[in-house]
């Protein structure tokens, strides 16, 4: 299995027309942050919006409404086969959707590799903690 991964994703944004604007995104995750996913919207260029927080508020979102900061998830009003991610301040909000069985994947490797990486992460910080006790 990888160290990292990283899942292509169409998200779409409800447009005040009515329309909605589709738009490539990714999710990443990283041994080094093993509790958070990246995710990142657009085509690159100044355009491209990155947002890091816990995959576990996706795992979550995929079958009830979580968050209470800048990050709300929610599964999508219908068949339940959606999600809709809220990003900033609630009334200012960006509203992204994305298809439920590409997140589904991604929360199942990061939790099948949290637990694994976690110890990795929590062992290089008690060794720089107590080198900085040593020199304290």
Request: charged fraction near 25%.
């Amino acid at each position: 299995m990888p160290d990292s991964c990283c899942h292509a994703v169409t998200a779409s944004m409800p447009l005040p027309s009515g329309h909605r604007l589709r738009i490539p995104a990714w999710m990443a995750y990283d041994p080094q942050d093993c509790l958070a996913v990246r995710m990142t919207f657009g085509l690159g260029g100044p355009e491209t919006a990155t947002w890091i927080f816990a995959w576990d508020l996706l795992a979550r979102g995929l079958t009830g409404a979580v968050g209470l900061g800048d990050v709300r998830v929610t599964p999508s009003a219908g068949t339940g086969s959606r999600l809709l991610i809220r990003l900033g301040r609630p009334g200012q909000d960006a509203r992204v959707e994305l298809d439920a069985a590409p997140v589904r994947r991604f929360v199942s490797f990061a939790r099948e590799r949290a637990p694994l990486d976690a110890r990795t992460v929590r062992s290089a910080l008690d060794a720089e903690l107590s080198r900085i006790v040593e020199r304290a």
